[in-house]
Each structure stands twice: as C-alpha cells, then as structure tokens.
Nanobody
Framework: QVQLVESGGGLVQVGGSLRLSCAAS????????MGWYRRFPGKQRELVAT???????NYADSVKGRFTISRDNAKNMVWLQMNSLKPEDTAVYYC?????????????????WGQGTQVTVSS
C-alpha cells in the first residue's frame, strides 16, 4: 500500500518559518516527480512547488524566494522549507507524488496524496 505521510505543520507567527516533511512508503518514488500543494478553505488544491527526480524545481509565483523544496531519493522523502511566512500562506498542505501505473491498460499516471497538514500563520 502506497502511503505519503506529512509532518511539520503548525501555528507560526508572521515572518516565521516551518519545515514540512513527507515520507513515502510502499513504492519507490526516486525516479518520479514529487511536490507540495495547498488548499485554502472552500477552494481547490493549488500547486506550491514541485521537484523532479533530478532535482529540477518549480514554484508558484506566490512562494518564490520564500519556500524551498528538496528531496532525498534514497530516503524516499521530500521537504518544504517555508520562510517569511505570511497570513495568506495559511492552508492545508499536501504532499504529492506521481508515478505511472503499468498495471493499467493503457498505463496511466497516478497521483498519490498525503493526508494533509495544517499550516496557520497568525498576524
């Protein structure tokens, strides 16, 4: 069973920092893209940052320069370092990993999600 387990969320003041962790198990994602998304109340999930297996990163404009995504392929883990946090960063943050399921006909990309971790930035 594939699982993504996030940790590291919590309550922080404006300008503070948090580091989110995501541990994957049940399959090897070392060759696959991973990322972080967030959901604001009443809205759809949106991309925060992604990272390829080779370490190429992509960020939402709203977090560029403040957030850093990283991964350790050997540990099957991804992190999100969040600095200079703002109240508008308050959301539930989700870890994501994507992998082709070759058992399907035709083979398809499958998205795996963690359960989410709440980040609250107080002003």
């Amino acid at each position: 069973q594939v699982q993504l387990v996030e940790s590291g969320g919590g309550l922080v003041q404006v300008g503070g920092s948090l580091r989110l962790s995501c541990a994957a198990s049940g399959t090897d994602f070392s060759g696959n893209p991973m990322g972080w998304y967030r959901r604001f109340p009443g809205k759809q999930r949106e991309l925060v940052a992604t990272i390829t297996s080779g370490g190429t990163t992509n960020y939402a404009d709203s977090v560029k320069g403040r957030f850093t995504i990283s991964r350790d392929n050997a540990k099957n883990m991804v992190w999100l370092q969040m600095n200079s946090l703002k109240p508008e960063d308050t959301a539930v943050y989700y870890c994501n990993a994507r992998k082709v399921d070759w058992r399907l006909r035709p083979p398809q990309d499958v998205n795996y999600w963690g359960q989410g971790t709440q980040v609250t930035v107080s002003s």
